[in-house]
């Protein structure tokens, strides 16, 4: 399973970005796919999941109403659409898939495959 993220960059408070990651070697419909970042210094956490039936998101307090998560199942891909970003909002963010039947989509070990990592950098 290959998990490929891009979209990152370097852009100013207030601007927007969209985070694409690719999922192959795995059913991509199947699983939940979750967005986690790591700011330098401290631990990764969760942004965002959407469950396996697409019925379902998860977004952490901080940005709820400014990000969305969605999946294109015949492209396998899933997207982080960030607006009004915030210096608080740089990290480097991942993307994951979640193992078969996982029930703790909110934590790193609800998850089997991570991607490489893309950096975010918002600038004041």
């Known amino acids: 399973v290959q998990l490929v993220e891009s979209g990152g960059g370097l852009v100013q408070a207030g601007g927007s970005l969209r985070l694409s990651c690719v999922a192959s070697g795995r059913t991509f419909s199947r699983y939940a796919m979750g967005w986690f970042r790591q700011a330098p210094g401290k631990e990764r956490e969760i942004v965002t999941f959407i469950t396996w039936t697409g019925g379902n998101t998860f977004y952490q307090e901080s940005v709820k109403g400014r990000f969305t998560i969605s999946r294109d199942i015949a492209k396998s891909t899933v997207y982080l659409q960030m607006n009004s970003l915030k210096v608080e909002d740089t990290a480097v963010y991942y993307c994951?898939?979640?193992?078969?039947?996982?029930?703790?989509?909110?934590?790193?070990?609800?998850?089997?495959?991570w991607g490489q990592g893309t950096q975010v950098t918002v600038s004041s």
């Open positions: 994951a898939s979640a193992a078969t039947f996982s029930k703790m989509l909110t934590q790193l070990r609800g998850y089997d495959y």
